[in-house]
């Protein structure tokens, strides 16, 4: 039986350069405060306390003073930086370059006016920094259904969450061009990062040309949501788990050959795993 781990899985850039910026600073300190999970992978959260790494919420802050905190990939709204300040925390920023641009478009666009509008998940933390350039007044919405409510008589700057769905956001573009009153202006900005966007051919060919896959995600991760439905669209057989002890050998009775792929949020040390406790009951 063949076993194939995706090498295009794994780790996007931003969450490499957060992981790396917490290890760095743990390397010199026996602890560091995260606002919030570094990654939305319980297993690696759990590696990254053992080293030292404490998560907390935004409700701690205001408990917090003299010490360091990272602000994970995600992006924090500018009330984050004020507090931080107020309470003299050092703040070891590991925003994502291509997160920290839709925020200063974002701020730009409110201060020019009109309804800005956000294809993203309420209550993820991406969308709760984006919102928060816009002094909490932008309209998120999820999906197609959302966006049938928008007020198409006032303008429209339409901007999305970056691990969102390319094909779910032209969907809402094209709905939206299409009811826009006479009079009222629409424009959007596909701000969609492509190392996400560019992941889903990649990974519909992977999942192809196995018999099984083993999607390894974390339950929170909003692209691996995403990625796991693209693989289910090309292999009935795809099994999402976030850990080793998730695996039922009974998925694999009969089987050729087994793919593990995962999200940008997925270490490849876990997708390692899966396939060692594989390999391990094989033999």
């Known amino acids: 039986m063949v076993i194939e781990i995706d090498t295009g899985s794994g780790f996007c850039f931003g969450v490499t350069t957060a992981i790396n910026k917490a290890e760095e600073e743990l390397a010199q300190s026996e602890s560091l405060y995260c606002l919030g999970d570094i990654v939305h992978n319980g297993r690696e959260v759990d590696r990254l306390q053992k080293m030292g790494l404490r998560t907390v919420g935004h409700e701690d802050i205001d408990t917090l003073h003299d010490t360091k905190m990272l602000l994970r990939a995600h992006g924090e709204p500018p009330i984050t930086y004020r507090k931080a300040k107020e309470r003299n925390i050092t703040l070891i920023d590991a925003t994502c370059p291509v997160v920290l641009n839709l925020q200063k478009r974002i701020k730009k666009a409110y201060e020019e006016g009109g309804q800005i509008v956000i294809y993203g998940k309420n209550g993820h933390a ?152 594989i390999e391990n009951e094989k033999d």
């Open 126 to 277: 991406e969308v709760v920094g984006l919102v928060g350039q816009t002094e909490g007044n932008a309209i998120v919405i999820e999906n197609l259904e959302d966006a049938k409510h928008l007020d198409f008589s006032k303008d429209i700057q339409l901007f999305s969450q970056t691990t969102k769905s390319l094909e779910g956001f032209r969907e809402i573009v094209s709905y939206i061009e299409q009811n826009m009153k006479d009079g009222a202006q629409f424009h959007y900005f596909d701000t969609i990062c492509r190392q996400v966007a560019s992941r889903i051919p990649n990974i519909k060919s992977f999942a192809a040309k196995h018999d099984v896959i083993l999607f390894v995600c974390g339950k929170k991760s909003s692209n691996g949501k995403v990625l796991y439905n693209q693989c289910l669209t090309v292999n009935q057989n795809t099994y999402m788990i976030d850990d080793p002890s998730e695996i039922d050998f009974k998925w694999f009775e009969g089987v050729k050959s087994i793919g593990i792929c995962g999200a940008t949020s997925t270490p490849k040390w876990l997708m390692e795993q899966c396939k060692n406790r």
